[in-house]
DNA sequence: GCCCTAATTTACCCGCGAGTATATTTAGCC
DNA sequence: GGCTAAATATACTCGCGGGTAAATTAGGGC
C-alpha cells in the first residue's frame, strides 16, 4: 500500500477534459487520467454539492462516458474520498513542515494558517469541508474522522507549544484549535475565485485578528 | 402574509412524535403539529444530512405516513428552508436586541456571539450552517442568501461600531465577521448535545480568544 | 500485420425516494 | 345524529442516478 514513493498524491493541476478531448487520446496514463478525473470531480462538488452531481455529470465534462470514471474510481463515495484526502494532504504537510522548524509556536501556528487558507481555496476546499461522515460509509467515515483528527491534534500541539515557549497567551487550547479550523474551514463557504483577497491575504488578516485580537492594545 | 403577530415563529421544544403517539390525540392544532415535523426535520438532517433523509423517514418519526407530512409543508426544499428559518431568528432576534444597548460596540458583539453560539447548538444549527444553496431552487437560494447576508451585515455594523468607540482595535472588518462567523457556525459541525461545555461555555471562550488574541498582553 | 490487453462505449437494470390521486377516518357543528 | 371539512392513510407513479454486463475500439509489442 504505502509503496511508489514516486506517486504524486495531489492532483495538481490535471488540465481535466483536455486529455480527453482530442480524438487520438487512448493513450496509457492512467494515474493523470485518474487525476484528472478527480479534479473534475472536485470542481463539480465545490459548484453543485455532492448529491447534485451525478457520475454522468462528472463524464460528460470530461468528454467520456460513466464506465470509463468507474474504470478509474470504485464508486462516487471513494470520488468523494479521494477529493478529500487531496485537500486533507495539502495541510497535513503544511503542518509536517513546521515540525521541522525552530522558530516559536505562535509562528509555526502562522505559517500553518497561511497553508491551511492556501488548501481551502484550492479546488478540494469544498469537499475537505463538506465531506460530511453522513455521505460516507462507515469504514470511509472513520477514516476521514482520523485525518481530521490528525489537523486537529497537530493545531492543538502547536498551540501547547507556543503556551509553552511562551508565544502564545495561556488558553483553552482545544477551543482555540476549533475557532481557529472554524474560521478557516468557513473559508471555503464564501471564497470565490475572483474574489479580492486571495488564500495568502486572507491567511494574513486571520493571522493579525487571531494574533493580536479585537481589543486594543 | 406578515400579519398575525401571535404567530411563535420558531418552533421552541414541540416534543415531536408525541403529539400523534395516541391514537385518540388527533386535535386540531395546526400550528403546534407543523412545528412538530419542523423540529422533526431539523433534527434528522442534522444526524443523516438532508439528503439522505427522506420524507418517509421524517413521517415514521412522527408515527405518521408521508402525505400527513405534506398537509404540513410544501415539500422537502421548504422544510429544510423552515428550519433554516428558525434557527437564523434565534441569530437574528439576537441581533435586534442588541440595536436597543447603550453599551460599547465591542460588548454588543460579545452579546450577539453568546446567542449565535446558542443558535448553532439548537437543532436547528445544522440546517443553518448546511443548507446550501445547491440544495434549494434559485428563488429559495436568494431568500437563504438575503438572510445571511442580514446577519454578516449585522456583524459588520457591530464592528464598526466598536471601532468608531474605540473598544475594537481597527481591522479589516469584513474579514472579521467572517472569521468570527466561520468559528461560530463550525460549531454545528462538531459540537455534540452531550459535550462537556455547553453554548454558553464555548461562547465565552470564544469571546476571550477574539477579545484578547493569542499574543502575550 | 497480428494478437493481447487496456480503454471506452452502448445499453441496460433496479431501487429509492419525491410527490400525488384517491379513499377513509375523525372532529366539530347545528 | 347527520353533514362538512380537516386530517390521515393506502397505494400508487415516475424519473433520476448509481452501478454493471457485454461489446467495441485502439495501442503496443513482437
Redesign the interface.
Known sequence: MADRPARKNVPQRASGPALWASVGARVRDRERKRDAVIMTAARAFRE?????TSLDDIASELNVTKPTVYHYVENKEQLLFECFRAGLKLIMDGIAEQRESTTTG?ER?AAVVARYAEALTSDFGWCMV?A?N??LSPTMSRKVKALKSEIDQGLRSL?RA?IAD????P??EK??A??????????A??YRSDDK?DAGQ?AQ??I??????????
Open positions: 453543485r454539492g455532492y448529491h447534485n505562535r501556528l463538506q460530511e453522513q455521505d498551540i507556543g511562551g508565544s502564545i497567551r488558553c483553552d477551543m482555540t476549533f475557532a481557529l479550523a472554524g474560521a478557516l474551514n468557513w473559508i463557504h464564501w483577497l486572507i488578516r486571520f493579525e485578528l487571531f494574533e493580536l485580537g479585537l481589543r486594543p492594545r
